[in-house]
């Protein structure tokens, strides 16, 4: 059992009111995914920042992910990232990685990318490119490390909503923050970090503007099986008009989907029966487009038998087309895991700041992006080791965290870096959106000759493993 203090918001009958309090911490962290649980353990490890108290405020009941290790989910989960090496390395460095499940992640050492409008592709082929690991493994493996380090100092809430946020004084510049809870305490802080994703309070709070743009695109994540295992570690990805749909290897005979496309088209795919949905995801990385469009036609309009049918004969005629190599694809999907489909919108973020006055943004709360090159968490995890280094210096200095001047390195550091890759993820989508003919042939080239190149193809698989 987890031993580190958990307050939980749930009220019992009493016939004395219980009283409210106020806790005081250095650290404030609202948010326990994966980038406000590592933030948490990883002060807990520095051998400086231990010494800090920390708070750790979750909305949502933290059991599922306590009971993941002791009984996981008998099929996989639909909620999954491709972990770096980079991430991998500092999740070890912090002592996490150890109480990672094992015999759930699934490390690849390819990337096969191709277009859907010409079949030009490339191929990335390196041993350390990354793992699909569970959001809630990860997450577990973090909350088990925060227990394993057993500090008192550290308290968590969960099953509690954050009502408000103010300063403890009517002056910004010297007030501390002071986090109203659903359960009727208050959390005042000398340092307030956001992990509370894209519609973040506390970013509102710092008054810190985000700017951006919705890409008018859903993301349709899905647990599917195989028809048979795959061993050979590759993730998928066809860049089609609507938008990229990418199979991502899990162990044995499991994988998982991510594939953005219109929101008409996203409802449709979630609502469809389950053997539809399989041959049209199948569809998705093999046919070319114009059957795709016919076959969503029929979707759209339940003639699900014809659908089926056709689809059956045209992907036996097509495959078997001598310049066809059916090794060229992934293999072929055989069902989907029941109620693991879903979808979410796609958009551009980026805060204009991650940091003002004892306030600092990590994650989802300073930055999304779109999941087409699968860095959202890595950036997250890469925020985190910046701040604590950030914090750390701070201390032997013998400043004031919530300081701006302690605070100011982090952001100095990671909005730069971040700002790169998020321009860089956007322009590739708006470029495989284009079905342009002149534009379509200029992409084929430009990928037919990157892919000839090795020493650039050996400097962009760096970026994406993060090594």
Same mark, same amino acid.
């Given at each position: ?23 005081? %911490? /250095?650290? =404030?962290?609202? *948010?326990?995914?994966?980038?406000? !649980? $590592?933030?948490?353990?990883?002060? &807990? ?123 403890? %004084? /009517?002056? =910004?510049?010297? *007030?501390?923050?002071?986090?109203? !809870? $659903?359960?009727?305490?208050?959390? &005042? ?279």
């Amino acid at each position: 059992m987890l031993r580190f203090s958990i307050q939980r918001s749930t009220r019992y009958f009493s016939t004395s009111i219980p009283r409210q309090q106020q806790h005081l %911490t /250095d650290v =404030a962290i609202i *948010g326990a995914g994966p980038a406000g !649980l $590592s933030l948490a353990a990883a002060l &807990k490890a520095n051998p400086t920042t231990k010494s800090l108290s920390v708070g750790l405020i979750e909305g949502s009941s933290l059991d599922p992910v306590k009971n993941f290790s002791q009984s996981p989910p008998e099929n996989f989960t639909n909620r999954v990232s491709s972990i770096t090496a980079q991430s991998v390395d500092y999740l070890e460095h912090i002592g996490a990685w150890k109480f990672i499940d094992q015999a759930r992640i699934e490390p690849f050492d390819n990337i096969v990318a191709y277009d859907g409008l010409s079949n030009s592709r490339i191929e990335f082929d390196n041993m350390e490119m990354g793992t699909m690991c569970e959001n809630i493994n990860l997450q577990s493996c973090l909350l088990q490390r925060i227990e394993e380090l057993n500090d008192p100092t550290l308290k968590i809430w969960d099953s509690t909503k954050v009502t408000n946020i103010a300063n403890d %004084t /009517d002056d =910004a510049a010297n *007030g501390w923050p002071v986090i109203q !809870l $659903s359960n009727g305490d208050s959390v &005042k802080t000398r340092l307030l970090v956001g992990a509370d994703g894209f519609n973040s309070p506390v970013r509102k709070f710092a008054a810190i503007e985000s700017r951006g743009w919705a890409y008018d695109r859903f993301g349709v994540v899905a647990s599917l099986k195989l028809k048979y295992e795959d061993y050979r570690s590759i993730a998928w990805q066809r860049f089609l008009p609507t938008g990229p749909v990418a199979l991502l290897p899990l162990p044995e005979k499991n994988a998982t989907m991510v594939w953005s496309t219109t929101p008409e088209l996203s409802k449709l795919l979630v609502g469809l029966p389950e053997d539809v949905f399989i041959a049209l995801a199948n569809c998705a990385f093999v046919l070319p487009q114009v059957d795709l469009n016919y076959y969503y036609t029929l979707a759209q309009n339940e003639e699900y038998d014809e659908l089926l049918s056709d689809i059956k004969w045209r992907f036996e005629n097509y495959t078997s087309k001598p310049t066809i190599d059916i090794e060229d694809f992934p293999i072929a999907l055989e069902s989907v895991i029941p109620q693991s489909r879903a979808r979410f919108p796609l958009k551009l973020s980026h805060a204009d700041s991650y940091v003002s006055n004892r306030v600092a943004l990590v994650g989802d709360a300073a930055h999304t992006t779109h999941p087409l090159a699968g860095q959202g968490l890595n950036m997250g995890q890469g925020d985190v080791k910046s701040l604590v280094e950030s914090l750390e210096l701070a201390m032997k200095r013998g400043l004031d965290i919530g300081n701006l001047l302690a605070l100011e390195p982090y952001w100095a550091q990671r909005w730069p870096e971040n700002h790169v890759l998020l321009g860089v993820v956007d322009k590739l989508h708006k470029l495989y959106s284009i079905d342009w003919s002149p534009v379509v042939a200029v992409r084929s080239w430009g990928l037919d000759v990157v892919n000839s190149l090795p020493m650039l193809k050996d400097f962009m698989m760096k970026q994406v493993s993060g090594k």
